[in-house]
T-cell receptor, first 112, second 114 residues
Framework: GEKVEQHESTLSVREGDSAVINCTYT??????FPWYKQEAGKSLHFVID?????DRKQSQRLTVLLDKKAKRFSLHITATQPEDSAIYFC???????????FGKGTSLVVHP | AQTIHQWPVAEIKAVGSPLSLGCTIKGKSSPNLYWYWQATGGTLQQLFY??????VESVVQLNLSASRPKDDQFILSTEKLLLSHSGFYLC?????????????FGPGTRLTVL
């Protein structure tokens, strides 16, 4: 089955700097790659996703890049703010698969 | 607008006691529904999913069961709790066009088994 590895378990940046979180996957059939954010003590909420028919997607300060050849996708956050501090989870799945595989999460800390 | 509600917010239960957790989605017909368990430390484990009323698929065996008695309701239960059941239980829904859809998570239920 699919395996998703989230490479950074923790990431510490200064406010205003950029942060990058990297994930790799194993199943070439995976075609949908969402990212979720979990603030301390709270549930998860969706932040951005990318599908395999594109290699880049941007939403305000967030950009997701997808390299299908390397089976790698990454979340880029620019101009980080303290409220970006949270655990970020990447995931991989496909249309016929209702069992997304999640990475173990990256704890991002943005220092003022 | 769609809303997702989970109950209870938190539970403290004894080992060996029964458990029932609930999840309701309003404002969306025929959603895909999911149950997740998050251990202390953050790893997220999918437990069940359901794409239609009365049909539930198990993803992992953790001595838990799930049912979908109504289109908008998803229930997680067990007759006998184990210490290892402690954690954060999350219900989620997605649009019904397939597995490749963003999931909307409920606020979660914190379960402590003593």
């Amino acid at each position: 089955g699919e395996k998703v590895e989230q490479h950074e378990s923790t990431l510490s940046v200064r406010e205003g700097d950029s942060a990058v979180i990297n994930c790799t996957y194993t199943d070439t059939a995976s075609s949908y790659f969402p990212w979720y954010k979990q603030e301390a003590g709270k549930s998860l909420h969706f932040v951005i996703d990318i599908r395999s028919n594109v290699d880049r997607k941007q939403s305000q300060r967030l950009t997701v890049l997808l390299d299908k050849k390397a089976k790698r996708f990454s979340l880029h956050i620019t101009a980080t703010q303290p409220e970006d501090s949270a655990i970020y989870f990447c995931a991989a799945t496909s249309g016929g698969n209702y069992k997304p595989t999640f990475g173990k999460g990256t704890s991002l800390v943005v220092h003022p | 607008a769609q809303t997702i509600h989970q109950w209870p917010v938190a539970e403290i239960k004894a080992v060996g006691s029964p458990l029932s957790l609930g999840c309701t989605i309003k404002g969306k017909s025929s959603p895909n529904l999911y149950w997740y368990w998050q251990a202390t430390g953050g790893t997220l484990q999918q437990l069940f999913y359901s794409i239609t009323v009365g049909q539930v698929e198990s993803v992992v065996q953790l001595n838990l069961s799930a049912s979908r008695p109504k289109d908008d309701q998803f229930i997680l239960s067990t007759e006998k709790l184990l210490l290892s059941h402690s954690g954060f239980y999350l219900c989620a829904w997605s649009f019904d066009w397939g597995g490749d859809a963003e999931q909307f998570f409920g606020p979660g239920t914190r379960l402590t088994v003593l």
